[in-house]
């Protein structure tokens, strides 16, 4: 026990802790991304909104081995412990590291860091307050004046045919880029997956990985704010 609670104060069982972390996040990521673009498929076959059926299904899961909802909730449990962990492990590293370099050293450091580097803490900040918006938009529907539950379909389109949110989520969508970018190729070092035969891929990877995310989730509201996709 004691060595874990030392690994912990350790910058190095920080940052572990925030690539796991991070990693969790990367995976739910990616997958949330796939489930916007249900709505490219339209309606199956028994005229429901792919869209529709993709969210009853999340809601579904597990049941009725557990209650309704259940793994779903359970996931977003997962997920708030993944955010606060990548929090708090940000926050404490950023202070450590502050009170440990000389204002020439900061110095340096600012000119060999790349833009997406120097600007995570601030993309942080906007994706975290994104995230809250998102909720309140998209789950609970407080944000969204035409929120009908369930309706995952229509509280999509609706809701991208406003420019002001469009232009929301394009804001948000350029931060996740650039900590993506940065997040993924940190990783790799982090983690201690440092090899010469690889190491060149890494870069091209993370930079892969943050447009196909960003290409994923900015397709659907295009498509909506242009007219192709419509109720």
């Known amino acids: 026990m004691q060595r874990v609670v030392t690994l912990y104060r350790s910058t190095v069982g920080k940052k572990v802790l925030m690539a796991l972390s991070g990693i969790v996040l990367f995976g739910f990521v990616l997958v949330h991304m796939i489930g916007n673009l249900k709505i490219l498929q339209g309606m199956n076959d028994e005229g429901v909104y792919a869209m529709d059926a993709y969210g009853e299904f999340l809601r579904d899961v597990g049941y009725p081995l557990v209650p309704h909802e259940g793994v779903l909730w359970i996931t977003r449990l997962i997920l708030l412990a993944a955010v606060l962990t990548h929090i708090v492990m940000a926050v404490q590293l950023s202070r450590r590291s ?134």
């Open 98 to 231: 502050g009170a440990a370099r000389s204002r020439s050293y900061e110095k340096k450091e600012s000119l060999s860091f790349s833009y997406a580097s120097r600007t995570m803490r601030f993309g942080g900040v906007i994706l975290a307050l994104f995230i809250v918006y998102h909720i309140l938009h998209f789950t609970t529907g407080q944000a969204h004046p035409q929120f009908e539950h369930g309706a995952v379909f229509r509280n999509y389109v609706l809701a991208f045919q406003n420019p002001l949110v469009f232009v929301v989520y394009l804001a948000a969508q350029i931060a996740l880029c650039f900590h993506l970018y940065h997040g993924v190729w940190s990783v790799f070092q982090t983690l201690g997956a440092n090899h010469p035969k690889y190491n060149h891929l890494r870069r091209p990877f993370a930079v892969g990985y943050a447009l196909v995310v960003f290409v994923g989730f900015m397709t659907p509201p295009v498509l909506v704010l242009t007219g192709v996709i419509g109720l």
